[in-house]
């Protein structure tokens, strides 16, 4: 393979896919939708006056941080060596003109920079022409990534291409015979995986509770359980991606959260943008195995994180409502799943429990910004000074949960299911020592994002838990 050209040729460089491992236009509608859920309409109205005009709707209804996009580091360090040998460099992107510029401000590497506007759309042979017209015909070297951009390479002197496959490859050889390549593929099957958290189907684990606090295993229930986790886990990991695209910025400015395959761009934006609905759609094919109950409170549990996404996690307090409301969902949904009754003691404990968890989720973004010396949580209505308030509602919510479930243990109720309810007097102790310690380990800034992963990841918490079961199964059984 020859080298892609000399400095004495200019450096044209594509913007999406290639600079960017993201698409500014998808980039621009999320952002938009986070702020306006009517930013669809927005769409909409001005895709009926063409491609540019929807591109330069989307980039003035909102603009990402561009000093926290995903740029391609491998593009970045070519770019700084062609300028090093005195070369010229040009950013040519169908991106919007305004966002163009607003990138090429921020990186400093470009001599000249060109996007579309609202009269001509620059890209595949309107970008062709446009190049060969301003530098030349075989004047420049082309750095693009997609098959729009196979008829600028067919002009250009030399092709570099970014992320491009075997089969891709191939193809701009044929018509380019000076050819490059950078940043090899990276398989999107576990980027994807990362991205729908399979590790938050642990939350899922809820939907067995209630056969099992019924004491009504049978091998008919737990098939339906089963089926039912999968459901849940589609669904809910179509809402972590929705979330993860509405929550790009915050994502890209957290310390942890940037790496997000999303955020990081690990996972492009438009794949993100196909990913959610198709596992909506498969979730709520394999709920509708379980009749219109089960399917009805899944379809309201979407719902709920839709909402949550597009504007509740924003107000101060209802957003712990609401997550300890999707943590309960859960256990009805086992319930509709099985048709087991739920019982109100579950209830009643459920919504403290997880009213609790809420609560902790909130505090350990707080002691983050506290650690990270900011005053308010990025893409949260929580401030610093709200810190206190929130660690005494996690401390009380979980504290009242463990009063019911003593309430529970001296209710007629219990001799009905346990033959040794005096054991879970050892559940009730071991929950009073795990709650406040948790609501203690996230006041010291040890706490993840999610206090359900922390609890199945840290030692403690599973001796606790599999103390608590063993007391549980003695309690019914012994």
């Known amino acids: 393979m020859r080298d892609s050209g000399t400095t004495d040729s200019v450096l044209v460089v594509d913007l999406d896919g290639t600079l960017l491992r993201s698409d500014m236009l998808f980039e621009c509608f999320w952002a938009a939708l986070s702020k306006d859920w009517q930013a669809p309409v927005?769409?909409?109205?001005?895709?009926?006056?063409?491609?540019?005009?929807?591109?330069?709707?989307m980039a003035d209804s909102a603009c990402p941080d561009?000093?926290?996009?995903?740029?391609?580091?491998?593009?970045?360090?070519?770019?700084?060596?062609?300028?090093?040998?005195?070369?010229?460099?040009?950013?040519?992107?169908?991106?919007?003109?305004?966002?163009?510029?607003?990138?090429?401000?921020?990186?400093?590497?470009?001599?000249?920079?060109?996007g579309t506007t609202p009269e001509v759309n620059l890209k595949g042979s309107r970008k062709a022409a446009f190049l060969a017209d301003h530098y030349g015909a075989?004047?420049?070297?082309?750095?693009?990534?997609?098959?729009?951009?196979?008829?600028?390479?067919?002009?250009?002197?030399?092709?570099?291409?970014?992320?491009?496959?075997?089969?891709?490859?191939?193809?701009?050889?044929?018509?380019?015979?000076?050819?490059?390549?950078?940043?090899?593929?990276?398989?999107?099957?576990?980027?994807?995986?990362?991205?729908?958290?399979?590790?938050?189907?642990?939350?899922?684990?809820?939907?067995f509770v209630p056969v099992l606090a019924s004491h009504s295993v049978t091998g008919l229930s737990l098939l339906q359980c089963l089926v039912a986790f999968l459901a849940f886990g589609l669904v809910a990991s179509s809402g972590y991606v929705l979330n993860d695209l509405l929550d790009l910025d915050p994502d890209r400015a957290h310390a942890r959260k940037r790496n997000r395959p999303l955020a990081s761009g690990r996972l492009q934006v438009p794949a993100g943008t196909a990913l959610f609905p198709a596992l909506l759609m498969l979730g709520l094919a394999t709920a509708a195995a379980l009749g219109p109950s089960f399917l009805g409170v899944i379809a309201f549990y979407f719902t709920m994180t839709l909402s949550y996404s597009l504007w509740l996690k924003r107000k101060?307090?209802?957003?712990?409502?609401?997550?300890?409301?999707?943590?309960?969902?859960?256990?009805?949904?086992?319930?509709?799943?099985?048709?087991?009754?739920?019982?109100?003691?579950?209830?009643?404990?459920?919504?403290?429990?997880?009213?609790?968890?809420?609560?902790?989720?909130?505090?350990?973004?707080?002691?983050?910004?506290?650690?990270t010396g900011q005053t308010k949580a990025a893409g949260r209505g929580y401030g610093l000074d709200d810190l206190p308030i929130v660690t005494q509602i996690a401390t009380s919510s979980g504290l009242t949960s463990v009063l019911v479930l003593a309430l529970y243990?001296?209710?007629?109720?219990?001799?009905?299911?346990?033959?040794?309810?005096?054991?879970?007097?050892?559940?009730?102790?071991?929950?009073?020592?795990?709650?406040?310690?948790?609501?203690?380990?996230?006041?010291?800034?040890?706490?993840?994002?999610?206090?359900?992963?922390?609890?199945?990841?840290?030692?403690?918490?599973?001796?606790?838990?599999?103390?608590?079961?063993?007391?549980?199964?003695?309690?019914?059984?012994?």
């Open 66 to 114: 561009v000093a926290h996009l995903p740029y391609n580091p491998d593009v970045i360090a070519h770019i700084e060596g062609w300028r090093a040998k005195g070369g010229r460099v040009a950013l040519v992107t169908a991106s919007d003109q305004t966002l163009a510029d607003r990138i090429a401000t921020h990186l400093g590497l470009f001599d000249e920079v060109f």
């Open 138 to 207: 075989g004047s420049f070297v082309y750095m693009g990534d997609s098959a729009a951009d196979l008829a600028v390479w067919q002009r250009s002197r030399a092709a570099i291409t970014v992320g491009a496959s075997g089969g891709f490859r191939a193809r701009v050889e044929a018509v380019n015979g000076e050819v490059s390549h950078l940043s090899p593929p990276e398989p999107l099957a576990w980027p994807i995986l990362k991205a729908m958290r399979p590790h938050q189907w642990l939350k899922n684990i809820l939907i």
């Open 42 to 57: 927005t769409a909409a109205r001005a895709l009926k006056k063409g491609i540019p005009a929807l591109k330069r709707a």
């Open 409 to 478: 243990i001296n209710s007629p109720e219990v001799l009905m299911h346990y033959r040794q309810p005096v054991l879970l007097w050892g559940v009730c102790v071991l929950l009073l020592f795990w709650i406040t310690r948790v609501v203690f380990i996230t006041h010291q800034g040890k706490m993840t994002d999610d206090p359900l992963v922390f609890a199945v990841t840290d030692r403690t918490s599973q001796v606790s838990f599999a103390v608590i079961a063993a007391l549980g199964l003695g309690a019914a059984f012994l």
């Open 316 to 371: 101060v307090i209802v957003d712990i409502c609401v997550l300890a409301g999707l943590y309960t969902l859960r256990i009805v949904a086992g319930s509709m799943a099985t048709a087991v009754p739920l019982s109100i003691w579950l209830l009643a404990f459920s919504m403290f429990f997880f009213f609790a968890l809420a609560a902790v989720k909130r505090q350990a973004e707080l002691v983050h910004v506290q650690a």
